[in-house]
């Protein structure tokens, strides 16, 4: 079964960077896009990022763009998220998804196209 187990999660200061890793098992990983979401304390859970099954394409959130960027190294079936420039409304738990379409053209930011999720690491932008 999809497996995703998300880390790297922390308490950072206002300025400062993490960068968040989603090892990935269960599921034939260099096939399929993957996406980062979070979700703020009363919030709705928001797309942060998305990548391309190949790598070669990203997709971001406007909350983060320019400020975070998504990678993934299909050898290891880890996704990345750099996380820079990072303020307190990044504070929120972040989760790791699997798409549903194996070989999607285009990158989704619909948390309905995504069938698998992580539990989730907590980030934490002090002020």
């Known amino acids: 079964q999809v497996q995703l187990v998300e880390s790297g999660g922390g308490l950072v200061q206002a300025g400062g960077s993490l960068r968040l890793s989603c090892a990935a098992s269960?599921?034939?990983?260099?096939?399929?896009?993957m996406g980062w979401f979070r979700q703020a304390p009363g919030k709705e859970r928001e797309f942060v990022a998305g990548?391309?099954?190949?790598?070669?394409?990203?997709n971001y959130g406007e909350s983060v763009l320019g400020r975070f960027i998504i990678s993934r190294d299909n050898t290891k079936n880890t996704v990345y998220l750099q996380m820079d420039s990072l303020k307190p409304d990044d504070t929120a738990v972040y989760f790791c998804?699997?798409?549903?379409?194996?070989?999607?053209?285009?990158?989704?930011?619909?948390?309905?196209?995504?069938?698998?999720w992580g539990q989730g690491t907590r980030v934490t932008v002090s002020s």
């Open positions: 990548i391309s099954w190949s790598g070669r394409n990203a």
């Open positions: 269960g599921f034939t990983f260099n096939t399929y896009p």
């Open positions: 998804a699997k798409e549903k379409v194996a070989y999607r053209i285009g990158i989704t930011s619909s948390e309905h196209d995504y069938d698998g």
